[in-house]
């Protein structure tokens, strides 16, 4: 009886009615979710290309800023669109009309990308630090583990920023924030980084490639004009309602997706098997039709990608399971959509992300708009005045080299019957006794250049105030400087960048900090290598500290050096960070010319294994090294007191022959006396006058022979006694004579 029962509890298998039962709504529920999720799925794609269409149309007034902004940057190269024909209109006639114009917008836009650019990239080092927080979540981590931990990242990330080419995506979103007044950046995107390496086959000893792939890190441009935002905020980081990004896209570019993992295949040849569909609204045609490509993104798919928040209901119907929690009731995702079709969706790349993966910074801002205002257009005022201008220049010149004539057709007619001033030309009188020459009279048309050129040379000043780049920091002098002197030049260099350094500031915070932050929230998430992950805080550096390059280069020099004489402040101050921070001041890249930690630790221990020299050796060494000082001493005092002498026996010598000289006018001065009285006594008695003559001579001769005697004798006793005494010197210094 006990027996019945137990097996009574047991279960029993099912039949197979009641197998094909449970297959059947097994099967009627996976069919019920497939519809589910094909229903979830095009309602999410309606619903992201509606966004798609309505912010399109409601975006047409910053299109015609960018518009504006581009035409002002080309200048006269804008004109070509209305210049050339087309296959389609290849005998239309175009305006080409126009007026001479001074673009004084491009050159101004050039400078303030290169000067961003130069000081974010031109010394070939980064203006960021990875620092290890001083407590770390992480156990068994130290302070000085999770510091060198930090190292390491921070060369993977730099690193990884060289491989995805971000300075130079950096550079192209610099040029969009100064013309169009808005620069873009995203990340980090997913990508796969191809390696090639080679295989040799022992048989054969033939290398055979091998192609291996890894994901990779990157942040790259996005261009405003295919970047569709939330149009209902101020900023990037309030875009609840999600950023779409179109991608104009062929079907070789599609191809290439479908080989994707994270595409879905199946639904890219359903959408190539389709034709593009041609929106009237869509913004990139704008942009073609702004250009003078006509055909730029004709027959192109638009592939919309969204990143935003989906709901936990949706991804439930959708299938996606997160594999974390969230506080609140979404998830940020990625969904990518073509003609109502999703080919890709997924979870943001960073786990816990709560924002769109985009970093904006806006040359200037536009309170209504996450979008911002070019620099182009701050300017357009004084560029009309500037054309203006130039052009009243060149009419008031063309009018002012020549005179206007005025003609009386009633007594004059050309031969030719052409009524231009001809060189050789003939005139016929067509009434008779006419005077011919008041026929004919020239007007001088006054120039007003000078005048003119002021109004330019205003125009020019106020679009410097206007746009923050003077010409100073173009390396021309600016019309508002006046007299340069070393004091002014001095302070306008000092000043002639504060726009700039703000600017910069302004990028560092938006762009700079975001791009370092994704880096190191991906390799935490997906790099395999465990020594380079801890608790890190980024740290990036003023922009504008290289700018006072100068200072800061001596006070590092200083530093230098007391760490080096100081024991006690060389075991604090890090000399290779030191150097490292020397040469970024000098706009030199500290890598591969400062040594690694491996390195200086394999030239410290190479230094240990050399034998130290023997200390009685180098006392030796150090006594030869005195002895010779003292020698070379010795002689350079001898050296010197030779010198000496000699100069006190020309001195001497000198003063002799001054005496010489003296004698020698002394004599001429009793000449000129003698000549004198000679002239008095011309009106005497010419016997008398002949006989004092030859007295006077005769004393004069016997005078000048005396003088001259006793000079020569003075002069060689004194040069005998001038010998004398140097050698007499000589002697007592050096104990030999000359």
């Known amino acids: ?28 529920l996976a069919e019920k979710a497939m519809l589910v999720r094909e229903e979830t799925e095009r309602e999410l794609a309606q619903e992201i290309e509606a966004k798609f269409l309505d912010r399109s149309r409601k975006r047409v007034n910053k299109e015609a800023e960018w518009v504006a902004s581009l035409a002002l940057y080309q200048g006269v190269l804008n004109y070509g669109q209305n210049q050339y024909t087309d296959a389609e209109r290849p005998f239309e006639k175009r305006d080409t009309k126009r007026k001479p114009e001074v673009n004084i917008v491009a050159r101004k836009v050039d400078v303030i990308v290169a000067q961003n650019w130069s000081s974010q990239f031109a010394g070939g080092n980064k203006n960021w630090d990875i620092n290890a927080l001083s407590v770390q979540s992480s156990e068994g981590v130290t302070p000085q583990e999770a510091a060198i931990r930090a190292e390491g990242l921070e060369e993977e990330i730099y690193k990884q920023l060289n491989h995805c080419k971000y300075a130079a995506h950096a550079r192209m979103a610099m040029e969009d924030r100064a013309i169009l007044g808005t620069g873009i950046m995203k990340g980090p995107t997913n990508r796969l980084q191809m390696k090639k390496t080679y295989r040799i086959d022992p048989a054969s000893g033939t290398a055979i490639p091998v192609v291996t792939s890894h994901k990779m890190p990157s942040a790259i441009r996005v261009d405003p004009w295919l970047f569709y935002p939330d149009d209902t905020v101020q900023t990037i980081e309030e875009c609840d309602e999600g950023v779409i990004e179109a991608h104009p896209t062929g079907k070789n570019d599609f191809v290439k997706l479908r080989n994707r993992e994270d ?70 995702g990625e969904v990518w959509v073509c003609q109502g079709k999703i080919t890709r969706i997924e979870l943001s790349n960073i786990e816990g992300a709560y924002s769109v993966p985009y970093a904006v910074d806006v040359w200037q801002k536009d309170p209504g708009s996450i979008f911002g205002i070019g620099a182009p257009l701050l300017m357009q005022d004084n560029q009309k005045v500037v054309n203006v201008a130039w052009q009243m220049v060149l009419d008031n010149g063309s009018l002012s080299s020549g005179p206007q004539v005025i003609i009386d057709k009633t007594v004059l007619a050309p031969q030719n019957n052409t009524w231009d001033v ?12 006419q005077n011919v020459q008041n026929a004919i009279q020239y007007i001088d048309v006054p120039n007003r250049g000078e005048q003119l050129l002021a109004i330019l040379h205003e125009a020019m000043s106020f679009a ?23 004091t002014t030049t001095a302070i306008y260099n000092t000043n002639s960048t504060t726009i700039n350094d703000y600017k910069n500031e302004q990028w560092d915070d938006n762009i700079t900090q975001k791009v370092i932050d994704w880096m190191v929230d991906w390799n935490m998430q997906y790099n395999p290598n465990p020594n380079i992950k801890a608790d890190f805080e980024v740290d990036v550096k003023s922009s504008t500290d290289l700018r006072s390059s100068e200072l800061q280069a001596k006070n590092l020099e200083k530093v230098s050096v007391e760490s080096a004489q100081d024991p006690v402040m060389g075991m604090v101050i890090n000399r290779q960070n030191l150097t490292k921070a020397r040469l970024s001041l000098m706009n030199l890249p500290s890598r591969g010319i400062v040594r690694s ?26 006594a030869m090294r005195k002895l010779d000082l003292e020698e070379k001493e010795l002689q350079f005092k001898a050296t010197k007191e030779m010198e000496q002498a000699k100069m006190d026996f020309e001195e001497r010598m000198r003063n002799a022959d001054v005496r010489e000289y003296e004698a020698q006018a002394q004599v001429l001065a009793a000449d000129l006396n003698l000549r004198s009285q000679m002239a008095q006594l011309a009106s005497r008695d010419e016997q008398g006058r002949q006989k004092i003559l030859a007295d006077l001579e005769k004393a004069q001769l016997q005078d000048q022979t005396k003088r001259f005697l006793a000079g020569m004798e003075h002069t060689v006793k004194t040069r005998n006694q001038a010998l004398k005494e140097a050698e007499a010197k000589q002697a007592m210094k050096t104990g030999e004579g000359w």
């Open 263 to 332: 595409f879905r295949s199946d639904v890219i040849d359903e959408i190539l098997r389709e034709d593009p569909l041609n929106n009237e609204t869509r913004n990139e045609s704008m942009y073609a039709n702004f250009s003078n490509n006509m055909e730029l993104w004709k027959n192109k798919y638009t592939h919309l990608e969204y990143h935003g928040p989906i709901s936990k209901d949706r991804l439930g119907k959708l299938g996606i399971c997160p594999a974390y929690d969230t506080p609140v009731d979404y998830y940020y």
């Open 464 to 486: 410097e105030m206007e746009s923050g780049v003077n010409l100073m920091s173009q390396g021309l002098q600016s019309p508002t400087m006046g007299d340069p002197n070393a």
């Open 422 to 433: 001809e060189p050789w030309k003939i005139w016929l009188t067509t009434q008779y006794g």
């Open 597 to 622: 930690d491996a390195e200086i630790q394999a030239e410290q221990e190479k230094q240990a294994q050399n034998p130290q020299p023997d200390p009685e050796t180098m006392k030796h060494e150090a």
């Open 1 to 28: 009886m006990e027996l019945n029962t137990i097996s009574e509890l047991e279960p029993q298998a099912p039949s197979a009615e009641e197998m094909e039962a449970i297959e059947a709504e097994i099967a009627e």
